[in-house]
Antibody, heavy 121, light 109 residues
Framework: EVQLVESGGGLVKPGGSLRLSCAASGFTFSSYSMNWVRQAPGKGLEWVSSISSSSSYIYYADSVKGRFTISRDNAKNSLYLQMNSLRAEDTAVYYC??????????????WGQGTLVTVSS | EIVMTQSPATLSVSPGERATLSCRASQSVSSNLAWYQQKPGQAPRLLIYGASTRATGIPARFSGSGSGTEFTLTISSLQSEDFAVYYCQQYNNWPPGRTFGQGTKVEIK
């Protein structure tokens, strides 16, 4: 069974940093691209960032480019999102989601339960 | 950026009735369109991809159609567990990004 479990969310002040993690199990992690998708309270879904299976290709939404860094450790079956210079508008539930393609860019076929990031003073 | 527009924002339907949800793209996305279901407090779940292919384990009452800029998700006979928010998502314009519609809430009439 595919499982994605996020952690690392919490309350942080504007301008602060946070690192999210996603632990994957139930599939060959190194064969799939991975993504972060967020959802602000009461709002819709927003794609944040993607990383290909071997980390060769990395993409960011314009709203987070230059502030967020996605990475993965295939030996640990883990995905990460380093978030710096956080803003109030980054407040959201952050989901880890799998892409069935190795090079990224299609659908999100499995999702974690999400971790809440709140940016507030 | 391709903008996805869903209609209506809210759809009130009685159990057992048919629900038809629409999604329009600001430019052609071919058949690179997916639908997701999200229940309160839960993560989204993939329903349909390739505009019309049901994902693993999705009941046959869910069907998708369309291509280019106009798409439809049909739920043939609404069950109690189908009341949720539904999002469409395009993946034709990649990179730079994959974009979602704003969602349609299907509520009990």
């Amino acid at each position: 069974e595919v499982q994605l479990v996020e952690s690392g969310g919490g309350l942080v002040k504007p301008g602060g940093s946070l690192r999210l993690s996603c632990a994957a199990s139930g599939f060959t992690f190194s064969s799939y691209s991975m993504n972060w998708v967020r959802q602000a309270p009461g709002k819709g879904l927003e794609w944040v960032s993607s990383i290909s299976s071997s980390s060769s290709y990395i993409y960011y939404a314009d709203s987070v480019k230059g502030r967020f860094t996605i990475s993965r450790d295939n030996a640990k079956n883990s995905l990460y999102l380093q978030m710096n210079s956080l803003r109030a508008e980054d407040t959201a539930v952050y989901y880890c989601a799998r892409d069935p393609e190795a090079t990224a860019g299609t659908i999100f076929d499995y999702w974690g339960q999400g971790t809440l990031v709140t940016v507030s003073s | 950026e391709i903008v996805m527009t869903q209609s209506p924002a809210t759809l009130s339907v009685s159990p057992g009735e048919r629900a038809t949800l629409s999604c329009r793209a600001s430019q052609s996305v071919s058949s690179n369109l997916a639908w997701y279901q999200q229940k309160p407090g839960q993560a989204p779940r993939l329903l349909i991809y390739g505009a019309s292919t049901r994902a693993t384990g999705i009941p046959a009452r869910f069907s998708g159609s369309g291509s280019g800029t106009e798409f439809t998700l049909t739920i043939s006979s609404l069950q109690s567990e189908d009341f949720a928010v539904y999002y469409c998502q395009q993946y034709n314009n990649w990179p730079p990004g994959r974009t979602f519609g704003q969602g349609t809430k299907v509520e009990i009439k």
